[in-house]
């Protein structure tokens, strides 16, 4: 008989060991459509999950650079080689130079950014005439990075290019790996632009994993400043989410005040104002992906 129970917990072991052997959590906050709040939404949830004790990395995957600019970074530290220089295979040093640890107390000093470059703005450019290993670039530079941390979030691009291929395939479910304990995260409005673009994402998706014979997860929507007052067409599009299955809303963020000022101060939101709704919202949020 134990040996029997000893035969079965081996093939099926407890859910805490199974989590245990997930690979890191790989999150990318993607739309190409501009504006939406990929960049709040990516930083507020890492925020989240390092106050709640997990380790974050934060990879600012924008060539605009607004996450490391909020996040009072001003590029890459001193000796820091570009994510694009160690996509490329240029690099001299280990890519953890190039990090940046994000200073605020509640963060316990668990919350790091990977810094945008200038040099993104030629990521499609480079890539296009790399000849060899295009499709895992990506996946080899942040190698090395994987093991210190429990969740790596990736703010995307306001674009479809080659760059935000290699994203979606970064996030693509791994073998072995729980479905929903990677994928995308999309932040939309509740308006009828924000259909088309989820539209062609789901394109874009599905092109990369019939090419690539993956599976990526969309983790769900976030309904984003919304504001039920401007009317009864934006709350027919905002009833239109809801009405998503797979995937569906994970939750809406109101159009506040603390977001925008949290931005435009370039202080982290759970800083600048940790009691507000947005704050919360992002916390529960953090707790949904991180079960
Ligand atoms: N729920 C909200 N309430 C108030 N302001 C918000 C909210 N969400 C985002 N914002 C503000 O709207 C602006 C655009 O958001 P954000 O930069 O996150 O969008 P984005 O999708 O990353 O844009 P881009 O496509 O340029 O990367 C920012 O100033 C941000 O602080
Ligand atoms: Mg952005």
Redesign the pocket.
Known sequence: MAQAVTLWLDRYPSPDERLVAQPVKRILVG?Q???????????GIAQAMAEMGLRVLLIDY?P?G??SS?MQVDGLPEGGESLLTHMLGESTKHIARSLVSIPHERFGGRLHLLPASTDAFLMDTKLTLLQYGRDTCLVNALEPLEKSYDVIVL????NLGTAMDLAINYVHRRPGELMDHSGILI?VWADRSSFDAYNLLTEQIRAHERRSKSKVDRLGFVV???DARKGVVTRGFYDGWYEQTNPGVLTT????????E???MQVPLLDYAPDSP?AQAMRNLAKELAA
């Not at 459509?33 to 930083?43: I, L, N, R």
């Not at 703010?155 to 306001?158: L, S």
């Not at 963020?253 to 925008?260: F, M, N, Q, S, V």
């Open positions: 739309n459509k501009g504006g939406v709040g990929k960049t709040f939404v990516a930083s924008d605009q607004h996450l909020r703010d995307g691009p306001p932040p984003n400043a919304y963020l109101k159009d506040a005040i603390e977001g925008r949290a931005s435009d947005h």
